[in-house]
């Protein structure tokens, strides 16, 4: 069975705070890929990145950064020195197949001025 | 530009109709999807296809049909099944490289 688990409903903190946000999945196939995206007031998911399991080497693109840890299975995004653009819903994803995606229930990030 | 279109925006069902939401991409992509957004939940997924003609139930099938008569486009028809229909729906898109979805902006339906 997949799972994605974002036990984080909503996450409130001011600008230039940095802010991370946790996602936990469980699958039993080996190879698999993981996603974040970004979910902003207009509605449409933004991909932000994607991971395969057999890749663990962490990532950083500006001010985000990933965590993948098979051993904890998780894949945490880190937001350093947030900005009121950054206020969004965020969806981590898991899939093994392309077929089906399976979807955490996101993140409501509020950055505060 | 290329990109997935949604249409209407807006959508209000009156009891016992069936409504049909568009999603048109021009991406060439070969893989459509039609996902559900609950309040305070996750993507769920209603339907999907691989191939023009061809289509297969997702996760919360019951209340909705699909069609993939061309390859870019994947309607959806919410029937009067459907009890709950009142959703964010989100239409997406992914190449045959598997790379990743696109999405578009979504269609909020609302029951009157």
């Known amino acids: 069975a997949q799972k994605v688990t974002q036990a984080q409903t909503e996450i409130s903190v001011v600008e230039k705070e940095d802010v991370t946000l946790d996602c936990v999945y469980e699958t039993r196939d080996t190879t698999y890929y993981l996603f974040w995206y970004k979910q902003p007031p207009s509605g449409e998911l933004v991909f932000l990145i994607r991971?395969?399991?057999?890749?663990?080497q962490n990532e950083i693109s500006g001010r985000y950064s990933w965590n993948f840890q098979k051993s904890t299975s998780s894949f945490n995004f880190t937001i350093t020195a947030s900005q009121v653009v950054d206020s969004a819903v965020y969806f981590c994803?898991?899939?093994?197949?392309?077929?089906?995606?399976?979807f955490g229930s996101g993140t409501k990030l509020n950055v505060k001025p | 530009d290329g990109g997935i279109t949604q249409s209407p925006k807006y959508l209000f069902r009156k009891e016992g109709q069936n409504v049909t939401l568009s999603c048109e991409q021009n991406l060439n992509h070969d893989a459509m999807y039609w996902y559900r957004q609950d309040p305070g939940q996750g993507l769920r997924l209603i339907y999907y296809?691989?191939?023009?003609?061809?289509?297969q139930k997702g996760d919360i099938a019951e209340g909705y049909s699909v069609s993939r008569e061309k390859k870019e486009s994947f309607p959806l028809t919410v029937t009067s099944a459907q009890k709950n229909p009142t959703a964010f729906y989100l239409c997406?898109?992914?190449?045959?490289?598997?790379?990743?979805?696109?999405f578009g902006s979504g269609t909020q339906l609302s029951v009157l």
């Open positions: 296809s691989q191939i023009v003609n061809d289509f």
């Open positions: 994803a898991l899939t093994y197949n392309f077929n089906k995606f399976y």
């Open positions: 997406a898109s992914m190449s045959g490289r598997n790379e990743k979805l696109f």
């Open positions: 991971r395969n399991s057999f890749d663990e």
